[in-house]
Each structure stands twice: as C-alpha cells, then as structure tokens.
C-alpha cells in the first residue's frame, strides 16, 4: 500500500520553544492515524506543517504524493483539514458557507449547492442552513467546519480535534462519518484527546510528547507494552488494606499497589480471571469485606501515563471521568 503521508525529521522552533523536534510520520493510504499526546505536544503544529499552513525549519513532507513545501498549492486541492478552532464566516448561513468552499474547489454552482446540501443533511444542520453563522452554537459551528472539509471529497483529510466539544450524540455522528469516509479510501489523520476516539478509529496511533513520536502502534500493541492483567479491588475500611495485600501476595505476578485515599489495592496477575477468583476466594477466608472488584486490561489512559509521565486529567476518558464520579459519591 502506498503511503498517503510521509514526514521526514519536521522541526519547528518558536524562539527557546521547539514545537517539533525531529518529527519522523508514516500513514498508509486508506487508514487512519491519531496524533495523541498532551496539550503543547506538537499535534496542532504537525497538522500545520502538512496542510501547507506553516512551513518548517528543516524535514520533508510528501501529501497524496505532492511534496508539501515544492508545491503548497497543488497540495491544497488535494487534501481537506478541518482546525482545533472552527474556521467559518460568521455573517454567512451555513449553506453559504459550505456552497462558497465548493465554489473555491471550482465545482461549478450546482453541483457546490448540491453537495451543501447534502453535507448539511449529512452533519444535522438542514434546519440551521439559513441561518447567519453568527447564530450557531459551538457544536454547529464544529459540524459545518468539519462538513466544510469533506466538500471536495479530498482523498486525505487532516482534523484536528473533530470531536472536541461536541456532545455525546454528534461525535458518534461523527465517527460514524469518519467511518465511512475511510471505508470509501480516504486516508484520515486526526488529532485527539480523547483517548477512546482513538481506540475506535485508529489503525495506528503515534504517541507525541515534546515534537516527537514517542511511540507508534495499534491500540492492542500500545496496550502490551504497559503490561498485562490486573486486578483492581476496592475494601471497605482502609485498615484492611494490609491484611489484603498479605493475602494476595501469592497471586501476584508483579509489585502490589496500594491507593489508601480510594482503599484500593491493585495486584498485577497473569491468568486473570482464574487469579481474581482465587483473589475474592482469599479474601472471604480472611474476612476483609469487599466493596468493590474488577479485572482490567491496561487502558490508553495507562500506556500514556507511563510513555508521557503526563496526568491523566490532562486526557479526557469518557469511562474513566465516569468512574472517578461514581467513587466521588460512594465515598
Ligand atoms: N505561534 C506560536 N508561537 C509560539 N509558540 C507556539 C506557537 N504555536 C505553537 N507554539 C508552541 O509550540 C508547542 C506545540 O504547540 P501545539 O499547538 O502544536 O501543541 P498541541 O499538541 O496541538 O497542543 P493542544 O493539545 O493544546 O492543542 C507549544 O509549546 C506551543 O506553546
Ligand atoms: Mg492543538
């Protein structure tokens, strides 16, 4: 399979700040690629760099077979990118909008009106069409931006946080879109924070951290490289967090970890559920009552936690903000 985008050694200064430090990226026609990383990782800034925006202080960069800095404007009719902040005119409708892109693509008046329309319909804004920008509320304006992106149909398609800020409902829309383009061959880059986006879209995820890929594989591949099964247990008085690690040892294939502020204790196992049946078998024998227990998988959340040493609130997860809300109340 051909490569629809290649990076080669992008860098990119701003005074002391190195936004991209040696950049080196590889996308595969008809996949798709997350850039995760932390806020300031250099995703925003190699988005940039491949869509013409910004030009580098040294590396390469080929697009759809273009190369990005010999010929920015070949490239442009080529791709679609869509920014972390919407870019659209606020004094036009959102049909105005999305006709006037078609219009600079050159595809003549009917079939640009055609295809707003169908965009429109496409991104659930038919009933806004009318209306001045101006109007629309944050989520609409992200949807007409993203839709403005898909206009010409480019085979490569930059978007830089698509979901961010929208709510539950559209970003399934959205991914399903996503879905769908790329089913049709469109290669996708996309930036996220989310770290569930990137577990259901991505055929490949690069991990960025200080303008460089740290990291680069499937979901599954990332997830092996923090390690296997664990066990994750939830006492109900604190004091019984000895007596349960004393009772777990022999189960664990690796350190024992204890949280006392959330009075859990989490084992590292390898046959995982055998293990967490033996796990509540030991403790019901030494009569530490148990509130809450659970196997885990290693998360995204934990591969980025231990390639970035970031916090993990710096990242979004659906799951996880759900479940630091339900222990908020148990306590
Ligand atoms: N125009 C600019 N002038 C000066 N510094 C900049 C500029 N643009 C980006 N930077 C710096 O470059 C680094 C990378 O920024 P970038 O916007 O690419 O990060 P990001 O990964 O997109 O972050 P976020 O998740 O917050 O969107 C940051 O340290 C940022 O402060
Ligand atoms: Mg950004």
């Not at 202080?57 to 697009?63: E, L, M, Q, S």
Request: hydrophobic share 40%; aromatic share 4%; with cysteine.
């Amino acid at each position: 399979m051909p490569d629809a985008i290649v990076a080669e050694g992008l860098v990119k200064r701003y005074g002391q700040v190195v936004a991209l430090d040696g950049l080196d990226l590889t996308v595969p026609e008809g996949t798709v690629t997350a850039l995760l990383g932390p806020n300031g990782a250099g995703k925003t800034t190699a988005v940039r760099v491949l869509t013409t925006l910004l030009i580098p202080d040294t590396g390469r960069a080929i697009v759809a077979g273009v190369d990005v800095l010999k010929d920015p404007r070949l490239l442009r009719s080529k791709i679609g990118t869509s920014g972390q902040y919407a870019a659209v005119d606020e004094y036009l409708t959102g049909f105005e909008n999305l006709e006037m892109v078609g219009r600079l693509y050159h595809m003549g008046t009917q079939r640009s009106k055609q295809r707003a329309r169908e965009l429109l319909e496409r991104f659930r804004l038919s009933d806004a069409a009318d209306r001045p920008v101006k109007g629309y509320s944050g989520g609409m304006r992200r949807r007409l931006d993203l839709a403005g992106a898909l206009v010409a149909n480019p085979p490569v398609l930059f978007l830089d946080e698509p979901t961010t800020g929208l709510d539950p409902r559209a970003r399934l829309d959205l991914w399903d879109v996503m879905e769908e383009l790329v089913a049709g061959g469109t290669t996708l880059l996309l930036t996220t924070q989310y770290l569930e986006e990137a577990d259901r879209l991505a055929d490949s995820i690069a991990v960025i951290d200080h303008g460089k890929v740290i990291a680069e594989g499937t979901s599954d591949e990332l997830k092996s490289m923090v390690g296997g099964d664990r066990i994750e247990l939830t006492v109900d008085h604190v004091d019984n967090l000895g007596i349960a690690q004393q009772a777990l040892a022999g189960l664990a294939c690796g350190e024992i970890r204890l949280e006392p502020g959330l009075r859990r204790i989490i084992v590292p196992v390898d046959n995982g559920s055998q293990a967490l049946v033996d796990a509540i078998g030991q403790l019901v024998k030494h009569e530490v009552a148990i509130h809450d227990v659970g196997l885990r998988r290693p998360s995204l959340d934990d591969v980025f936690l231990s390639l970035t040493g970031h916090e993990a609130e710096e990242l979004v997860n659906g799951s996880q903000a759900a479940e630091l809300a339900t222990e908020g109340q148990s306590r």
